[in-house]
């Protein structure tokens, strides 16, 4: 049973990771600081070294709770693919805290960025979670599902990029529509 102190706890945690999200994805990562995370969530700035070790730890924790947001939205391993997952996935993209990806997209391709190792171990979580859910039989001859993973998580990071960028020059609706006639089209026919 979990005492009044360790849902404090938990509740601060929570609190700091939120507002760590907001200001990450408004700011980027370098320009927001432990008094504007402390500030935004209501806790004390000491509060976050205590919890996370470090602004990196910080950041992990951040995009471990995005990137379970995202695993969320998709179909359970050997499902097709279905209008509804979709859905979830271009609904994650509308999502304000969702602005956090390109943000620090931006930061982890350049040399030498801090965030560059928990930037890519997203990507790869991202990859592995979509393989799961390929079906190797299903994909057009000479795709290998490896490819056609990164490809598919490629693709709606690309959207999403060009969303943020010019929301009225891309149509979200349309571009569900492509990727699923493309998901379903099965072997030889994409």
Do not use: C
Not at 46 to 72: R, T
Not at 73 to 93: N, R
Not at 146 to 173: C, K, M, N, S, Y
Request: net charge neutral.
């Amino acid at each position: 049973m979990a005492t009044r102190r360790d849902e404090r706890t938990q509740e601060s945690r929570r609190l700091l990771v939120a507002a760590a999200a907001e200001l990450f994805a408004e700011k980027g990562y370098r320009q927001t600081s432990f008094v504007d995370i402390a500030g935004r969530a209501g806790i004390s700035r000491g509060s976050i070294p205590w919890h996370f070790g470090n602004k990196l730890g910080l950041l992990e924790a951040v995009v471990d709770d995005q990137l379970q947001v995202v695993l969320a939205g998709l179909p359970p391993g050997g499902e097709e693919p279905t209008g509804d997952s979709l859905d979830q996935a271009m609904g994650f993209i509308r999502l304000p805290a969702a602005r956090l990806f390109i943000t620090l997209l931006a930061e982890a391709v350049e040399v030498g960025s801090p965030i560059r190792e928990h930037y890519a171990r997203l990507h790869a979580a991202l990859r592995q979670a979509v393989r799961a859910r390929v079906a190797a039989e299903a994909l057009p001859p000479g795709t290998t599902p490896e490819a056609f993973t990164v490809l598919l998580v490629g693709a709606v990071i690309g959207v999403h990029a060009q969303w943020r960028v010019a929301p009225e020059a891309v149509d979200l609706e349309a571009v569900r529509t492509a990727i699923l006639a493309l998901l379903q089209a099965g072997p030889g026919r994409a």
